[in-house]
């Protein structure tokens, strides 16, 4: 808010002003003085000071050539032609520079109705501004996104020629910085413009430009955490014909029925084949259980029956001059899929899907889950299920054995990216230049001949970097320095060091049989050892074994080890330990041990006799008395009763959360259905715990006692 003396100042040049009387420091004192208004005697000279400056900057516009035409747009060659001040120091420059900008944004919307080629021009145009500091940098960016925003497509199309016919200049400064997010916003709103499978060639030339202008380590370029389209679902509906009906087959633009068939495609297979597209727009759910049974299942299917096909080389070889033709989506009616089989770009298609699969499912990604690692018996079959993807691509014409090798090439340099990623995405360096061997023994050479007969040579040091710039080097490959080579070493070994802490391999706390065995032993009386010499009375180890116990063992909880010494505690709990230890399992006991085991063999024997005549029968209350495993006969009778319920008794037979919802996707219209499968599934996975007994125990639990009567029918 203006203070009391500059609005006295205000007031009074008014009043000089429309008595039209020049505006001075001494007529304003006069006012003032006049008007009992008491300020500092510097506020009028001030006040005018002022005046005078907004004056000069007035004339000074004027001077600069900001001209309007008719339209109120500022003429451009007026403000190009003004020179600059003698010293070279232009005070208005930006507000030139923001004037030129304006300008050419103005005389864009004009050219917007007429020819492509003028708005080429005056990309152009701002390109070279640009170049001379006369206008931002940012200015041809800003110039192309406005015209792409208001035209259509296909014009669209065509301007952005100008974008890649000038990548080299878009790479150059002060381009590049100014630019770069303008042009990525840009693609980007084009990108979202564009059909996929309308617009195909378009977005692929969008695609080419943002690799070929960002820079390999530019971080916005790259998919660092792998991130999958989960929105790409490829959808496959019902086939009316049945699994034995003859493929129609076309000749001439006349359909006709071949009597025998090449290949007949079942609707079954159909369904295994379009089904694995889901596993390649996710290959993380083949981590799991159930979908990875899945996958495997469906793979084996789907390359035997391409191994089964054989095509017709000489077909190829005639045709291999006809004009190349891409098909970014897949036709998925049932009617064609022989014909898609027997094609070799398809197949090509489809053999590489399966090869980029493997190669993720195998792959050291830095942001993989810990729990996203394949067992030893998956690693061995995705190994034999690449070789004979490689076989099947190499016997796929035209030039199989060419095409294989490029695709190997693709997957080695898909390892050497997925290790730069793994490292932090480091600025890439030139190779050195490496020295010939002749070329060290000419340098080695000319330094003997030019040492003094009897003089010893003595080695120049190399000077030592500071240890700033040391550290702004380190700080620029995200390294640290910590001043030793091998602190620095092992301080770098991992990029992330909490991931390193969480690694595998620094888990070595022993296990128990190994750290108390010779503990256990020296506790058994036959072993006759002194009591100083045993190691549960020394303090160093009560320390760590019970650390041990309290991290591996639940016998460290039982009894309250407050109310004991160490020693004794730590005797109860290893004798306690070494019974469930596989090592110590079938060692001798005391002799009074000895004989109460006799005695509980004896019980357990007569038990088993009294039972033995009525394995066949069940004991009082329905339960089943002998260990018999689920047979479909059970399920088949159990399946329908249970209803939703089936998802209950699947969590009291172990499955997980998303074992359930696998279920329910696969049968999403039949409860039964459902219930069917997660029984087959639990007999499958779990033989030796899948018995009746299991079965009516988790019933008779959760009071089913519909699907009681159900399945045991002896039990009502």
């Known amino acids: ?7 006295a100042c205000v007031y009074s040049a008014l009043i000089l002003c429309d008595d039209d009387v020049a505006v001075t420091a001494e007529k304003m004192a006069t006012i003032l003085k006049a008007a009992n208004v008491t300020i500092e005697p510097y506020w009028p000279a001030a006040a005018e000071a002022k005046k005078e400056e907004a004056k000069d900057e007035s004339e000074s516009d004027e001077d600069m050539g900001f001209v309007k035409d008719d339209k109120g747009i500022p003429t451009i060659e007026k403000i190009l032609s003004t020179d600059k001040p003698e010293d070279g120091v232009d005070p208005f420059e930006e507000t030139r520079r923001s004037a030129l900008d304006q300008a ?12 492509e080629d003028e708005i080429k021009e005056i990309v152009s ?41 000038k990548v080299e200049v878009w790479k150059l400064e002060p ?58 679902l490829t959808a496959y509906g019902d086939d009316s014909r049945d699994d034995g009906e003859l493929v129609a087959m076309e000749t001439n633009g006349e359909a006709h029925e071949d009597t025998k068939p090449q290949n007949v495609v079942s609707f079954n297979l159909y369904c295994k084949f379009w089904a694995l597209q889901d596993f390649f727009r996710n290959p993380a759910q083949c981590y799991n259980r159930l979908p990875w049974k899945k996958f495997v299942q469906h793979t084996n299917e789907v390359l035997e029956a391409l191994g089964s096909m054989r095509l017709d080389v000489q077909h190829f070889r005639h045709t291999s001059d006809a004009p190349q033709n891409y098909f970014p989506k897949y036709l998925t009616n049932g009617k064609l899929l022989d014909l898609q089989l027997n094609d070799g770009k398809f197949r090509r298609y489809v053999l590489v899907q399966f090869i980029i699969i493997f190669h993720y499912l195998q792959s050291p990604v830095k942001f993989k ?11 061995e079959w995705v190994k034999q299920t690449t070789e004979k993807i490689y076989k099947l691509i190499a016997e796929t014409p035209p030039e199989g054995e060419k095409f294989l090798q490029s695709v190997k090439h693709f997957i080695k340099r898909e390892d050497l990216w997925n290790s730069w990623k793994n490292d932090g995405c480091p600025k890439l360096q030139p190779p050195t230049a490496k020295v010939s061997e002749s070329d060290q023994k000419k340098t080695t050479n000319a330094d003997a001949s030019n040492l003094s007969p ?6 120049l040091k190399r000077p030592r970097r500071p240890l700033g710039d040391q550290i702004k080097d380190a700080v ?37 049989e190994d750290y108390f065995a010779e503990a256990i032993e020296q506790l058994n009386p036959k072993a006759q050892i002194e009591p100083q010499y045993k190691k549960v009375n020394n303090a160093d180890f009560q320390w760590r074994a019970l650390r ?14 407050l109310i004991f010494p160490s020693k004794e505690f730590l005797e109860m709990t290893l004798q306690k330990v070494a019974k469930e230890l596989p090592r110590f399992q079938h060692q001798e006991d005391d002799d009074d041990e000895e004989e109460e085991e006799q005695e509980m063999e004896e019980e357990d024997t007569e038990d088993a006799k009294k039972l033995k005549p009525e394995e066949e029968k069940t004991v009082e209350g329905g339960n089943p008395s002998r260990v018999t495993l689920v047979d479909d006969g059970i399920i088949g009778k159990l399946a329908p009763v249970l209803g939703n319920n089936w998802k209950v008794l699947a969590k009291k037979l172990g499955m997980k959360d998303d074992e359930i919802e696998y279920f329910e996707n696969q049968k999403p219209d039949s409860a039964t259905e459902q219930a069917e499968a997660m029984l087959k599934t639990w007999v499958d996975s779990d033989p030796e715990d899948a018995t009746v007994e299991t079965l009516y125990y988790w019933l008779e639990g959760l009071q089913l006692s519909d699907a009681l009567k159900a399945a045991f029918p002896s039990s009502s």
């Open 369 to 379: 889950n810990e729990k996203q690692l394949l067992t030893d018996e998956q690693v």
């Open 454 to 459: 009897g003089k010893e040579h003595k080695r």
């Open 104 to 115: 050419l944004r103005e005389y864009l919307l004009r050219l917007l109705t007429k020819s």
């Open 125 to 165: 145009w701002s390109i070279d501004l640009g170049k001379q500091g006369l206008c931002t940098a940012s200015m041809p960016s800003v110039l192309l996104s406005d015209a792409l925003e208001m035209l259509p497509i296909d014009q669209c199309e065509s301007l952005f020629s100008i974008l890649e016919e």
């Open 548 to 561: 041990l116990l309290a991290a591996q063992s639940p016998h460290f909880f039982m009894q309250n080890q």
């Open 476 to 512: 620029a490959r995200k390294k640290f320095n910590l001043g030793n080579p091998a602190l620095t070493r092992l301080w770098n070994l991992n990029p992330d060091n909490l991931a390193g802490c969480r690694s595998q391999d620094r888990k070595f706390v022993p296990s128990m």
């Open 175 to 232: 381009f590049f910085s100014a630019c770069k997010n303008n042009l990525l916003r840009l693609c980007n709103d084009l990108l979202r413009r564009l059909s996929k499978s309308q617009n195909t060639v378009f977005c692929g030339r969008i695609l080419l430009f943002l690799a070929k202008f960002f820079p390999f380590s530019e971080r916005s370029g790259l998919n660092i955490i792998g991130e999958f389209n989960l929105e790409n």
């Open 1 to 7: 808010m203006a203070s009391k003396a500059e609005l």
